[in-house]
């Protein structure tokens, strides 16, 4: 017999600044959609970027969400803490041949770009950055090795174009990746879903596109998610993943095992995150991680974005704005339900 167990949400800023109106709507989001569904609300601290993510910021998190009147289950996730689940996920890609160094430094990643585009504009992901132009994936093993071996920097990049083709052996009869299991093997495994996987030698159909634009041409046609709020032009429903528009996306750097899209990733499924809402800004990473989700054989959650809160200018608050800051709100005497009613909530 299956257990249904509670809808699980969470807010993951990061604590390299103090939080603002628009991390209050989305906080505030959150616990009121855990609390409508009887859900669980967790707090996730995104603390990758040592440089930036500071003690006393992620000290004013907990005390700007409790003077919210927000509360969520402890622990607190910190990924820092977590670095070796991080370096798990990248080994199982790593062993499906979906990963491998660039080295190029940032000065000649421009340099390419700019020599790519006396021919024609050089494609750009939906942020704007432009998309990587180096050929570090055809560098030979050994020449790899070498640079590794005497410290060169390096970054760990998706191998998009391997990961799509290896998408298309996932099947499922709603977003393309995920096969229910029949009723007598659903009665023995608790009523769960399984994900069916290919493994790291299965060969490939046809091998990967190389170079040139067609690698970044169409969604992967069998990967979807289910978005309850809306995307920048109003999307919503079922909604057509297409991570392709990301080229290859950093997953880890030398001296960090992670980026943003790997650990969302695995943090999300490590928590058993059932629930993602978040802001509008973020609704075409999505395409990313539910391709990360699919690859490593984990379900996905259901995705809400949000509005977002703009300033005069029409530009996403910024932490550096302290005029919506929580703090400074707070020190002008402003009270949580005036933030409510500042964030459109009431």
């Known amino acids: 017999m299956s257990t249904i167990l509670p809808p699980v949400f969470r807010f993951a800023p990061s604590p390299n600044g103090y939080l603002h109106l628009g991390h209050a709507l989305s906080a505030l989001l959150n616990a009121e959609r855990a609390k409508a569904a009887g859900g669980r609300l967790l707090l996730r601290i995104e603390d990758i970027d040592a440089t930036r993510c500071r003690p006393e910021f992620e000290a004013a998190i907990y005390e700007d969400l409790a003077w919210l009147g927000i509360a969520w289950e402890q622990p607190v996730r910190r990924q820092s803490e977590h670095y070796g689940d991080y370096r798990a996920a990248l080994a199982k890609l790593d062993a499906m041949g979906l990963v491998y160094p660039s080295f190029e430094s940032r000065a000649e990643s421009a340099r390419l770009i700019s020599e790519r585009e006396t021919q024609a504009p050089w494609p750009r992901d939906p942020d704007g950055a432009p998309l990587y132009p180096g050929n570090a994936k055809a560098m030979a093993q050994a020449e790899r090795a070498r640079r590794m071996a005497a410290g060169a920097p390096y970054a760990l990049r998706l191998d998009m174009a391997a990961a799509l083709a290896r998408l298309s052996f996932l099947t499922s009869p709603l977003v393309g990746e995920v096969a229910r299991l029949s ?159 500042l964030a459109g909530l009431d």
Do not use: C, M
Not at 199 to 226: H, M, V
Not at 320 to 337: D, P
């Open 183 to 341: 009723d007598s093997e659903s009665e023995r495994e608790g009523g769960t879903t399984q994900i069916r996987l290919p493994t790291p030698d299965t060969p490939l159909p046809n091998p990967p596109p190389q170079g040139g634009r067609e690698e970044f041409a169409s969604p992967a046609s069998n990967l979807t998610w289910i978005e309850s709020g809306a995307g920048p032009n109003g999307e919503t429903g079922i909604i057509q993943a297409n991570p392709a528009v990301w080229g290859d996306v950093i997953l880890a750097r030398k001296e960090t095992p992670t980026s943003y899209h790997l650990a969302v990733a695995v943090d999300d499924a490590a928590q058993g995150v059932t629930e993602v809402v978040r802001g509008r800004d973020l609704f075409h990473s999505t395409s990313v991680h539910r391709l990360l989700q699919a690859l490593l054989g984990w379900f996905a959650p259901r995705y809400h974005h949000h509005r977002l809160i703009l300033d005069t200018d029409g530009n996403k608050l910024s932490k550096s704005t302290l005029a919506t800051g929580l703090r400074e709100l707070r020190a002008r005497g402003a009270s949580a339900a005036d933030l409510r009613k």
